[in-house]
């Protein structure tokens, strides 16, 4: 694993400090800017759950209290109230956590951030696997006739229901997968990659020479290559290795560059994911939350069962991407002012 790998793993960290001196209302604004991007994202999608899925009221019912929506008939309750708190606390905590760390470089914050994006991504990465081989072989068992004598007649036709398997199968797993992630500090690409070619070449292997083929060999590549290309995106973000349609910036000056990479994330990166979180998740029929809430499958109905969580990766793109860019506007900072720590970024990846 390259230095730069390790880094977004959180296995190193600039521990290079401000003096009093240095610190200034700027520096302090920008920290509390970044770290209330991250918390409001994260209050975002448990809010969303606790809407869509547990039936919390949200917000909308105090915002029209206040006329800043339209009142719909939605009695506010207190449950409301605590959503409304915890968006406030967005900006609360955030500006009590840098203003007790002073002194904290632009760098240190930036790669805590990294480290929480690195979690993420090998959480994703451990889900799609376990995920993908559970729902593989059940898929080839059920297909064969071969389930009912593993498992038995009741709990063979409850797997062959998404909203089963999803509940009790797939989200134990991803459960799984959040504490192998805490233990590990590899981000899996090359693995899944890996992955993605033997699943296609056992599709070859299998129809042209045995001339066998099933829905769910399919849908286990879509499956597994949907998830490295957008896991891999806040990785490649981190090393600038996303080709950039830019002639005048390979010339800029490393201060130039900072300044430009920090607004460019602000003003089009974090723009970006907000849109797809707000247009993916903004209602129960949304793009993201409609898959999910069904348990959506494809038409086929004894292939893999995944298709609602292939939705579902579109929000950790963009939940990863969100603190990557909140990241990479610290990290553009710091290389604006010039401070010290400039990471090396690996030669294979930057274009």
């Known amino acids: 694993m390259t230095a730069a790998g390790q880094a977004l793993s959180g296995d190193q960290t600039d521990e290079y400090s401000y003096g009093p001196g240095d610190v200034t209302p700027g520096i302090l604004s920008l920290r509390i800017f970044a770290w209330a991007i991250v918390a ?37 309750s207190g449950l409301a109230w605590v959503q409304v ?46 995920v993908g081989l559970v729902d593989m072989i059940i898929s080839f068992l059920r297909v064969e006739g071969l389930l009912e004598s593993v498992v038995g007649a009741d709990l063979t036709q409850q797997l062959g229901r998404s909203q089963f398997r999803g509940p009790y199968v797939h989200l134990p797993l991803i459960g799984l997968s959040l504490i192998i992630a805490a233990f ?12 993605v070619v033997v699943a296609e070449l056992q599709i070859v292997i299998a129809r042209f020479i045995f001339s066998y083929e099933q829905a769910f060999m399919g849908d286990l590549v879509r499956f597994w290559y949907a998830a490295l290309f957008l896991f891999a995106s806040a990785y490649t973000l981190y090393e600038e290795g996303h080709v950039r349609v830019d002639v005048l910036y390979a010339r800029f000056a490393p201060k130039t560059k900072g300044i430009v990479n920090a607004l460019g994330s602000f003003l089009l990166g974090i723009s970006l994911c907000i849109v797809i979180l707000g247009v993916g998740m903004g209602g129960k029929s949304s793009i993201i939350n409609a898959p999910l809430l069904n348990f ?28 990557q860019f909140a990241a990479y ?23």
């Open 40 to 76: 409001a994202t994260f209050v975002f999608l448990i809010s969303n759950y606790l809407v869509f899925w547990h039936g919390w009221p949200g917000i909308s019912s105090v915002l029209a209290i206040i006329g800043i929506e339209d009142a719909k008939g939605t009695a506010t």
């Open 329 to 351: 506007v610290l990290e553009g900072a710091a290389d604006y002012r010039g401070d010290p720590g400039t990471r090396e970024l690996d030669a294979d990846i930057i274009h």
């Open 296 to 323: 959506e499958v494809s038409q086929s109905g004894f292939g893999m069962y995944v298709k609602y969580l292939m939705a579902g990766f579109l929000a950790v793109f963009s939940v990863s991407m969100m603190v």
């Open 184 to 195: 590990t500090r590899t981000l899996g690409f090359t693995w899944l990659a890996l992955l």
């Open 85 to 130: 708190l915890a968006y406030f606390g967005c900006l609360a905590v955030p500006a009590a956590y840098v203003f007790s760390t002073r002194q904290r470089s632009l760098r240190r914050d930036s790669a805590k951030m990294n480290a929480i994006v690195a979690y993420i991504i090998r959480a994703a990465f451990w889900a799609v696997l376990i």
